[in-house]
């Protein structure tokens, strides 16, 4: 890779890392909106909401459009946005301003998710060297989700729950958004623009004809369902830990981090098995694998009862165990995502880059209202378990996926 190259996937890095706190921060502010504003649950989970669908808006309606913009300058216009809200946060402690703060956050990762993909097939020359680089950026993400867990616990009152101590974390925030914008600022880019000429409505209309392949199709509902898993699981495991495993509110925002370090080690581990081992064979044990973990773990939280000690030699074997289907759950994403998009030519990685953000901000917001819901009207076990049905969705999309992927294969020998 040439001193640029390595520049730009710096700079790729260290965007993914910062916003990976953010994103990632919704469980957390969830669980500190419900101890320090009194919020149900019910309402507490439309954050999701705030979060996720203006990420599909943007990239429904900009997605096409970025290569003329310039990758650089929609991530840099991302930063800015979210700078302003992280200084706001502090200043107006309001559940509205939580709701405002990630209505800009996912605006701004609408920008920066489509411009990130879509930058990973300027500097990777083969499939297999593109599928290695996304596994690693969507570690390094996890890597941020990981100190975002760490970051935030810092700040938090484990012995007063409705203290607003930890919305001081946000000018810590304010701190690396600031300094994220300046290394963009000083890296060159190139875009792949179309050196045919067409119209902005041309541009459109050929990434929704994209959503209309049959293999598009397969690939949105796989996605879709995996997102769902994720963010089901990832937003409501620190409240699971608080109310269900009765740890104290800064320990349940830490021993999320366990989630959050099994997905960093999985990706980064699959962006080098990945060269080695068959997708379709890998994916679905790593399925299989995961549907144990929850049949196994979930039984373990029943056996908790209040009033025990707290620290960490005391916590509970479930805290430990149900976080590890994050290794499992790993490799998923991005490797349906690299071979979705090496299937395509880079001038439609914006596009297609553009609907894979659509439905999994859509698949984001669906898992964690259903698991909010269902938190709230049964209990956190039952909302966990509700995790095998798409798990059992997603064997079904990949063995369809990879028939359709067999096809292009064979199309191109």
């Known amino acids: 890779m040439t001193d640029n190259k390595n520049r730009i996937l710096f700079s790729l890095l260290l965007t993914y890392f910062v916003f990976a706190i953010l994103l990632n921060s919704v469980g957390?502010?969830?669980?500190?909106?419900?101890?320090?504003?009194?919020?149900?649950?019910?309402?507490?989970?439309?954050?999701?909401?705030?979060?996720?669908?203006?990420?599909?808006?943007?990239?429904?309606?900009?997605?096409?459009?970025l290569p003329r913009l310039g990758y650089r300058n929609a991530m840099m216009l991302g930063c800015a946005l979210v700078a302003a809200t992280s200084a706001m946060m502090p200043l107006i402690p309001a559940f509205w301003m939580s709701k405002l703060m990630f209505l800009f956050v996912g605006i701004a990762f609408g920008l920066i998710k489509v411009s990130l993909y879509s930058s990973v097939?300027?500097?990777?020359?083969?499939?297999?060297?593109?599928?290695?680089?996304?596994?690693?950026?969507?570690?390094?993400?996890?890597?941020?989700?990981?100190?975002?867990?760490?970051?935030?616990?810092?700040?938090?009152?484990?012995?007063?729950?409705?203290?607003?101590?930890?919305?001081?974390?946000?000018w810590v925030l304010l701190a690396l958004i600031a300094a994220n914008f300046v290394i963009l600022w000083r890296t060159p880019f190139s875009n792949p623009v179309n050196e045919q000429v067409s119209s902005r409505i041309e541009e459109f209309m050929d990434?929704?004809?994209?959503?209309?392949r049959p293999l598009v199709l397969v690939f949105i509902i796989s996605a879709f369902l995996y997102v769902l898993i994720e963010q089901g699981i990832g937003t409501w495991l620190p409240?699971?830990?608080?109310?269900?495993?009765?740890?104290?509110?800064?320990?349940?925002?830490?021993?999320?981090?366990?989630?959050?370090?099994?997905?960093?080690?999985?990706?980064?581990?699959?962006?080098?098995?990945?060269?080695?081992?068959?997708?379709?064979?890998?994916?679905?044990?790593?399925?299989?694998?995961?549907?144990?973990?929850?049949?196994?773990?979930?039984?373990?939280?029943?056996?908790?009862?209040?009033?025990?000690?707290?620290?960490?030699?005391?916590?509970?074997?479930?805290?430990?165990?149900?976080?590890?289907?994050?290794?499992?759950?790993?490799?998923?994403?991005?490797?349906?995502?690299?071979?979705?998009?090496?299937?395509?030519?880079?001038?439609?990685?914006?596009?297609m880059t553009g609907l894979i953000v659509i439905f999994s901000a859509l698949g984001g917001t669906t898992g964690s209202i259903i698991t909010g819901v269902v938190f709230g009207k049964f209990d956190g076990q039952t909302a966990f378990y509700f995790s095998l049905i798409p798990i059992g969705l997603i064997l079904v999309s990949l063995y369809f996926f990879r028939k359709g992927t067999l096809k292009i294969q064979q199309s191109c020998v």
């Open 239 to 351: 409240t699971f830990n608080n109310e269900v495993l009765n740890l104290p509110a800064d320990m349940s925002v830490q021993a999320t981090s366990i989630f959050a370090a099994c997905l960093a080690i999985g990706r980064l581990s699959a962006g080098f098995l990945m060269r080695k081992v068959n997708w379709y064979l890998m994916l679905n044990i790593c399925l299989v694998a995961m549907g144990i973990l929850v049949v196994i773990s979930m039984p373990l939280a029943n056996q908790m009862h209040p009033g025990g000690d707290s620290g960490w030699a005391h916590a509970p074997l479930a805290a430990f165990v149900f976080p590890l289907i994050g290794l499992f759950m790993a490799p998923i994403y991005p490797a349906i995502n690299s071979i979705m998009l090496t299937s395509l030519p880079k001038v439609q990685h914006s596009a």
């Open 207 to 212: 990434m929704l004809k994209l959503a209309y």
């Open 121 to 170: 097939g300027l500097i990777s020359d083969t499939p297999q060297k593109h599928a290695s680089l996304l596994n690693i950026i969507e570690g390094t993400f996890m890597v941020g989700v990981l100190s975002g867990y760490w970051i935030f616990g810092a700040f938090i009152d484990g012995d007063d729950p409705a203290s607003l101590s930890w919305l001081n974390v946000y």
């Open 28 to 65: 957390i502010v969830i669980l500190q909106v419900i101890n320090s504003y009194g919020v149900t649950k019910e309402s507490a989970a439309i954050l999701e909401g705030f979060k996720d669908l203006p990420i599909a808006a943007v990239s429904f309606l900009f997605a096409a459009y």
